[in-house]
């Protein structure tokens, strides 16, 4: 852990119905073509269950300078713009990159 840094999206559903349909594009088609995109170590999602129209995705680097180019990758704009055509203002989204500070625990 110590180093890893991660790129955490968090995306938007305008309507719930359309959760079904992205969660099967995402899981097949969007979150592996991000992970070779970026170059990532290895990339998980979450649906959240305090609100049902909010996912995350997070993809792993060895550290931050590597996310930090994930990010100004053309492969990132790439993404967006095949998110977009599937998508559209369906599905708003948020990027942060985020850097491991520790853990405790077993």
Request: net charge negative; with cysteine; charged share 25%.
């Amino acid at each position: 852990m110590a180093g890893s840094a991660y790129l955490m999206v968090r995306a938007v559903l305008a309507d719930a119905a359309d959760r079904p349909r992205f969660d099967r594009w995402y899981e097949t088609e969007h979150l592996p073509d991000a992970i070779a995109a970026f170059g990532a170590e290895r990339g998980w999602r979450c649906w959240s269950r305090t609100d049902p129209t909010v996912h995350y995705a997070f993809y792993e680097f060895r550290d931050a300078a590597h996310a930090e180019a994930a990010m100004a990758s053309p492969g990132l704009g790439e993404l967006i713009a095949e998110f977009d055509r599937n998508w559209g203002e369906r599905v708003t989204r948020t990027r942060e990159i985020l850097e491991a500070a520790g853990a405790a625990g077993p």
